[in-house]
């Protein structure tokens, strides 16, 4: 809820169809939602190099 009200202004309830309509029309899965979930990669990937956890390839 906490990151909704932050970025949004509001709480979106995903098991109610009206408001998960709206929560798309606002942008949801077009930029904020990417955004967020990008900022919070960085940030893991910050925390672990400061912490010394070795990078493996894939």
């Known amino acids: 809820m906490a990151v909704q009200n932050f970025i949004f202004g509001r709480y979106y309830d995903m098991s109610d169809p009206a408001q998960k309509k709206a929560f798309e029309e606002a942008?949801?899965?077009?930029?904020?939602?990417?955004h967020v979930v990008g900022t919070a990669a960085k940030w893991i990937t910050e925390i672990l190099l400061d912490e010394g956890v070795p990078l493996q390839k894939l």
């Open 27 to 34: 942008g949801a899965h077009k930029d904020k939602c990417t």
